[in-house]
C-alpha cells in the first residue's frame, strides 16, 4: 500500500511539473504578429524598390525591436483598401497608418497613440478657386470641380463633403499619390486632396525621375489636421488572445520611442526639405 501512495505521489509530482513547464513554455512563447501598411503614402509609408520604408514604417519597426523578448512584428505593405477589408474580417491585427474614424470605421479599435499629426491639403491648379466651388461661395460655376483622392481614403471635410451634395464637386479615387499627382499634370483632375508632405514628397521624385514641371499647381487649402496611429481590429471574428498585452505592450514601446532622440530622426530622414507652395 505505501508503494502505492508512494507511485501515486510521484505521478502528481509529474503531472505538477508538467503543468509548470507547460505554463512556463507558454509565458515565453512569442507571439507573431502582422501589421497591414499602405504601400503608397510616402513618406510615411510606401514601397521603393521592392522595399517597405517610410517614418512610420521606421517608427514602428523601433518600437517591435522593444518588444521583440514577447512578439514577432511583420509589417506587409498592401494597397490600403485592401488593408482596410482585411483588418474589417478580422484576418490580421493592426493596419497602418489610419486616422480615427470610430463612426465610419466602426470595425477598427481601439488605436495606437499617435505616430504623428498630419496637415490635409488641397493642391489645385493655379486657374481654379475651390473656394468658389463651396455653398456660402456667391460665384456661379458651369461645371463640377474634379478632384482626385487615394482609394480608401476619408479626409475630404465637411466642405468638400457640402459641395459633393451640391454636385459641386466630383471625386474621383485613384491608387496611389503618384497617380493622383499625374492625372493632376495632365488636368483629368482640377484638385488633388492629400496630406502636405505626402504630396510635396511624390512632387519632388517626380520632378527628378520625370523632369516633370509641376509649376502651374499649388496648395489653395487646408481642410483638416489628423493624427495618424496603428489601428487595431475589432472584428468579432478575429481570434488574438494576446491583443489586449499587445496593445499596452505597443503604446509603452512608442512612447519610449517618441521620447527618444530616434523620433525627430525618423521624421527628418524623410520629409522633403522644401516648402509647399502656397497660392
Request: with cysteine; proline share 4%.
Amino acid at each position: 500500500m505505501l508503494a502505492n501512495v508512494i507511485s501515486s505521489c510521484r505521478i502528481i509530482g509529474l503531472l505538477a511539473w508538467s503543468l509548470l513547464y507547460c505554463q512556463a513554455l507558454k509565458a515565453n512563447e512569442i507571439h507573431e504578429v502582422t501589421i497591414l501598411t499602405d504601400d503608397s503614402y510616402p513618406p510615411y509609408s510606401y514601397v521603393e524598390n521592392s522595399r517597405l520604408k517610410g517614418i512610420y514604417v521606421d517608427m514602428v519597426l523601433a518600437a517591435a525591436d522593444l518588444m521583440k523578448n514577447k512578439y514577432k512584428i511583420k509589417l506587409i505593405a498592401v494597397p490600403w483598401q485592401r488593408a482596410l477589408m482585411e483588418v474589417k474580417d478580422g484576418h490580421v491585427l493592426g493596419i497602418l497608418p489610419p486616422y480615427q474614424h470610430i463612426t465610419e470605421r466602426d470595425y477598427i479599435w481601439p488605436y495606437s497613440l499617435p505616430l504623428m499629426s498630419e496637415t490635409v491639403v488641397a493642391y489645385c491648379h493655379q486657374d481654379i478657386n475651390i473656394y468658389d466651388y463651396f455653398s456660402e461661395s456667391t460665384v456661379q460655376v458651369t461645371k463640377p470641380l474634379n478632384v482626385g483622392v487615394n482609394a480608401g481614403y476619408m479626409i475630404l471635410g465637411e466642405k468638400i463633403a457640402a459641395a459633393l451634395a451640391d454636385n459641386k464637386m466630383v471625386v474621383w479615387e485613384n491608387k496611389s499619390t503618384r497617380s493622383n499627382l499625374l492625372k493632376l499634370h495632365l488636368k483629368r483632375i482640377d484638385c488633388y486632396v492629400n496630406d502636405r508632405f505626402s504630396i510635396q514628397s511624390e512632387l519632388t521624385k517626380l520632378g527628378k525621375l520625370r523632369d516633370l514641371n509641376f509649376d502651374g499647381v499649388a496648395e489653395s487649402l487646408v481642410i483638416m489636421r489628423q493624427t495618424a496611429h496603428i489601428g487595431y481590429t475589432d472584428s468579432d471574428a478575429h481570434d488574438f488572445a494576446f491583443k489586449s498585452d499587445f496593445i499596452y505592450r505597443m503604446d509603452s514601446a512608442l512612447a519610449q520611442m517618441k521620447a527618444s532622440a530616434q523620433y525627430q530622426g525618423f521624421i527628418s530622414k524623410y520629409l522633403p526639405q522644401v516648402k509647399p507652395k502656397v497660392k
